[in-house]
């Protein structure tokens, strides 16, 4: 877990002692490139390269690091970008028809530009649910679980509007008001704040985030993005349901930050996971809510890690009395200022 600021940026790397592979996803905030820049480096040092690069989705606080990272002429190479630009939304095959102008896309046009592949395991078509995608036989397992096809067409219609409003770029950022703070909300009362009425995020950008479940070596991760609930929901309840009810994880990267409008109780209620990774330093929209911290402690599993990559925002939680209550541990970044996990 990378210091993305108020976004994501996390490196997976996995592999054996012959060959290991690596995913970037996202990049965070364009100030937070040159604390990334060390770590490529390392990368590169070790005769590496991304094999792949997921930009989740359009947001600023996932992408403008990306556009810092294709500007960089030193950055790692990248055998393909997992990117839903204008013309996945439209689902045109790039077989018969040009991209065009893409309305000025950064991040398109550096694509182009630069002739990096793009969505290479998709056929150049969108990453979407049911979407058939070619990988490496690397023994590693990749499902889709978000976002699909209508969620995806549900941004045509205003993409410019909607993209500048929500952050987009060239943008500015999200006019949607920060969610209560600890201030605000005076005394926690887990207990209460647990049974909050869910409310799923308007936001049609993170409607279209790409998340999906990652196994390598019978470790498994499920990566959200700022992920629509529903969809996240209806694409882990099958999964859960063959094996019993719940869906074992090792790790799950809380959706947008934690924010409580993308983490419901019934998406908590379908998986079994002892590792929670909160990615934010908590600028522009305070994020972790503590509504869904709320709901990560009482049904988030009997014993737990809450994994945050800012130890600011770790502070609030680290609380002995909840801690023993919920049974939960807080993990804060190392010195260097990155959380690592390591299954091997």
């Not at 095959?93 to 991040?107: K, T, V, Y």
């Not at 993209?163 to 909300?185: Q, V, Y």
């Not at 019993?244 to 419901?264: E, F, I, Q, T, Y």
Request: contains cysteine.
């Amino acid at each position: 877990m990378l210091p993305g600021k108020d976004g994501d940026c996390l490196l997976l790397e996995y592999g054996d002692d012959e060959i290991t592979k690596r995913m970037l996803i996202d990049g965070g905030r364009a100030g937070t490139y040159p604390e990334i820049v060390p770590t490529l480096a390392n990368v590169m040092e070790a005769g590496g390269h991304l094999d792949v690069l997921v930009i989740t989705h359009v947001d600023q606080d996932h992408i403008l690091g990306v556009l810092a990272l294709m500007e960089d002429e030193d950055r790692p190479a990248i055998d393909d970008v997992w990117f839903n630009g204008f013309d996945q939304l439209m689902d045109v095959d790039p077989a018969l028809e040009s991209f065009g102008p893409r309305d000025g896309e950064l991040l398109t046009t550096a694509l182009l530009t630069q002739g990096v592949p793009w969505n290479a395991a998709f056929e150049g078509r969108a990453v979407e649910v049911g979407r058939p995608m070619e990988l490496p036989d690397d023994g590693s397992t990749i499902t889709l679980l978000s976002p699909d096809r209508s969620l995806l067409e549900a941004l045509i219609g205003d993409w410019t509007e909607e993209c500048a409003k929500e952050g987009l770029i060239p943008g500015r950022d999200p006019d949607e008001p920060p969610p209560k703070g600890f201030e605000e909300f005076g005394t926690l009362d887990i207990e209460e704040l647990a049974e909050t009425a869910f409310e799923r995020d308007g936001s049609k950008t993170n409607r279209t985030s790409i998340g999906f479940l990652f196994e390598h070596g019978g470790v498994r991760i499920m990566f959200t993005g700022d992920g629509d609930d529903p969809r996240l929901v209806t694409s882990v309840r099958p999964f859960a349901e063959a094996e019993g009810g719940r869906l074992r994880l090792d790790a799950l990267k809380v959706s947008h930050h934690g924010s409580r409008k993308n983490l419901s109780r019934d998406l908590l209620d379908l998986i079994d996971c002892p590792r929670y990774l909160i990615s934010t330093n908590g600028d522009r929209h305070d994020h972790p809510d503590p509504v869904a911290m709320a709901r990560i402690l009482k049904y988030g599993g009997d014993q737990k890690e809450l994994i945050f990559n800012y130890a600011e925002r770790a502070a609030d939680w680290d609380v002995a009395e909840w801690k023993e209550t919920y049974g939960y541990t807080v993990t804060t970044p190392d010195p260097d200022g990155f959380v690592t996990l390591d299954w091997g």
